[in-house]
């Protein structure tokens, strides 16, 4: 069936330096994607998102990149802080509307000092 | 700016207890969404509700009741508590227009133990 995955289950970096979190998907008529970051006992919130008609978009220390061809989603975090810390998860959204939405199992960025 | 709220926080019941977890938003938003997390499955949907009076199964709806007479709140029953429905519930919710109409906004989640 369709799914979105996550390649790396725990992804450790040290402070300073720059987080790649990667996720592919499967359903090639996923038309909106978003990044998700959930921190120990809270609910998942919002990071970022990105149309299916883009191929980057950035926000305040944060890039998601897009590559349809191998349906492939990565977030990149610049400078990662210790406040980054947290579960990642990518979500995707099929075409044809309707608004819910497949979320990856998630990745576990450990940001070390 | 209350956003989305959920009630309990922590639960602890006993198998065969009827159970009901609240979920409220300010935002009118159209839809709103119950999942539960769990170690290995991610994010699982439960049930989801388009508009007040219209709801719909998710992908592990069974043994789950919901109900939606008012937009602003989503609450969600577990009629005969199973161990098995030991999880953390989170309600979420979305517009139903706009340029990130799909993006979901969730609640802080709810932490039932079913003994």
């Known amino acids: 069936g369709e799914s979105v995955g996550l390649h790396l289950p725990t992804l450790s970096v040290q402070e300073g330096d720059n987080s790649i979190i990667n996720c592919a998907y499967s359903?090639?008529?996923?038309?909106?994607f978003i990044w998700y970051k959930q921190e120990s006992g809270k609910g998942p919130q919002f990071i970022i998102d990105i149309r299916s008609n883009m191929d980057k978009r950035q926000g305040q220390r944060v890039t998601v990149l897009l590559n349809k061809t191998v349906k492939h989603l990565s977030l990149q975090i610049a400078a990662t802080q210790p406040g980054d810390s947290a579960v990642y998860f990518c979500a995707e959204t099929p075409g044809g509307g309707g608004n819910k939405l497949t979320f990856g199992t998630g990745t576990q960025l450990k940001v070390e000092l | 700016d209350a956003g989305i709220t959920q009630s309990p926080r922590y639960k602890i019941t006993e198998t065969g207890r009827q159970v009901t977890l609240m979920c409220h938003q300010t935002w009118s938003h159209s839809y709103m969404f119950w999942y539960r997390q769990d170690l290995g499955h991610g994010l699982r949907l439960i049930y989801y509700s388009a508009a007040a009076d219209i709801t719909d199964k998710g992908e592990v709806p069974d043994g789950y009741v919901v109900s939606r007479s008012k937009t602003e709140n989503f609450p969600l029953t577990l009629e005969s508590a199973t161990r098995s429905q030991t999880s953390v519930y989170f309600c979420?919710?979305?517009?139903?227009?706009?340029?990130?109409?799909?993006?979901?906004?969730f609640g802080p989640g709810t932490r039932l133990l079913v003994l």
């Open positions: 979420a919710s979305s517009d139903h227009f706009g340029l990130a109409k799909e993006t979901q906004y």
């Open positions: 359903n090639s008529a996923s038309d909106y």
